[in-house]
């Protein structure tokens, strides 16, 4: 089959980010996720897992940041207590408090740092590394 360029009107273009930089790290091209997730919402795949969710599409919650927040042990224990585990996606400030342990930070899924800075304590820097996907900035503290 030839190859094809497809323009898609209206497509969320941090999702495709988001979709190239998993893509890449699996080893696979976008077209091979792209063509995997059409061919399972024409069969019908979509409606079991929209149906397993609690409610925005992929069952998670997403906590986005364009400004500037402060996130302690007790904000991110009592957001998981509302909306169970979340992601995080910041094209802002973001900073972790040094109460935070890995215990606590076990509640984030994935921390998504679009174009902003996180600040984290240097205890957790792996941590958050290996939670995160950055093309922004991570500093230490």
């Known amino acids: 089959m030839p190859r094809k360029t497809v323009a898609i009107r ?7 980010h988001e979709v190239f930089t998993m893509a890449k790290k699996d ?5 091979e996720v792209m063509n995997h997730a059409l061919e399972a919402f024409l069969n ?11 409610g925005n599409g992929d069952g998670a919650f997403t906590l986005k940041n364009d400004g500037e927040i402060t996130l302690s042990k ?9 909306v169970g585990a979340f992601r995080i996606e910041t094209s802002g400030r973001l900073t972790f408090e040094k109460d935070l342990d890995k215990k606590t930070l076990a509640n984030i899924d994935k921390i998504v ?10 205890a957790l820097y792996p941590q958050i590394l290996l939670k995160a996907d950055i093309f922004g900035k991570i500093e230490k503290y």
């Open 74 to 82: 007790s904000d991110i224990i009592g957001l998981h207590k509302e």
């Open 27 to 31: 080893g696979r091209r976008v077209s």
């Open 113 to 122: 740092v679009h174009d902003g800075t996180v600040e984290v304590p240097k």
């Open 44 to 54: 019908g795949d979509y409606q079991e897992a929209k149906q397993n969710s609690s």
């Open 10 to 16: 209206g497509l969320d273009t941090e999702l495709y």
